[in-house]
């Protein structure tokens, strides 16, 4: 980097991105896959995970982002198509890899070692309780949340089983217009975090136009 840009560093980084490799939405076409259709496949988990390594190099090693997941620094977000979530848990668990999730305490690894820690019948626990030792669940991943929202029912993009849905739907893709209130909606949503970043005021963040 040449000039000023050598000095800058990051304030805030928002990542925007479609899902791994799928399997074919038509599951005549699945005999190929080892997955359902259009689910995620190996080579798409993959992907993501890549994706997600990239990530633990860039923000974790440098400092910018905590090493043990933190709410007020990183947030997931994927719709409720399963490809999508299983794409951003993929990438999370290499953002976060596994061995460096939470371990019980003494006065916990206590606790655990009683038969009421659940309310049923635990065959085995003692080989389990020692099989996992301090960690707290096999293989110490982090447990970082991926948040979903059901997508709306009139949601035409999910449908295309009658002419006059799909008519709509290539004038949803291919007019501007029809996704200026969406525009307006991702840009409000962006704002908060942006001007918290760059300590923006409320007069700055009002004037944000991305």
């Avoid at 896959?33 to 890549?50: K, N, Q, S, Y």
């Avoid at 440098?62 to 951003?88: G, H, N």
Wanted: hydrophobic fraction near 35%; aromatic fraction near 10%.
């Amino acid at each position: 980097m040449a000039g000023s840009q050598a000095a800058d560093s990051i304030a805030y980084v928002h990542e925007l991105v479609r899902h791994g490799a799928r399997a074919p939405l038509i599951p005549a076409d699945n005999g190929k896959f080892p997955v359902d259709a259009g689910m995620l496949t190996p080579m798409g988990a993959r992907e993501r995970a890549l994706i997600g390594r990239v990530g633990y190099e860039k923000y974790i090693k440098s400092k910018f982002l905590s090493e043990v997941f933190d709410e007020s620094e990183v947030f997931y977000y994927a719709d409720d198509v399963l490809r999508t979530i299983q794409s951003a848990k993929a990438e999370v668990s290499a953002l976060y890899p596994p061995g460096t999730g939470p371990q019980l305490t003494d006065a916990e690894l206590k606790a655990a070692a009683l038969s009421t820690i659940v309310p049923i019948k635990i065959r085995n626990k003692a080989a389990l309780d020692t099989a996992l030792g301090s960690d707290a669940v096999e293989g110490r991943p982090q447990n970082v949340p991926v948040f979903n929202i059901k997508k709306a029912e009139s949601d035409i993009t999910l449908t295309n089983s009658c002419p006059f849905v799909q008519e709509c739907d290539d004038y949803y893709y291919k007019n501007p217009k029809a996704t200026e209130k969406y525009n307006e909606e991702y840009q409000r949503s962006l704002a908060y975090p942006v001007s918290r970043a760059f300590n923006l005021s409320s007069e700055q963040r009002g004037k944000l136009t991305f």
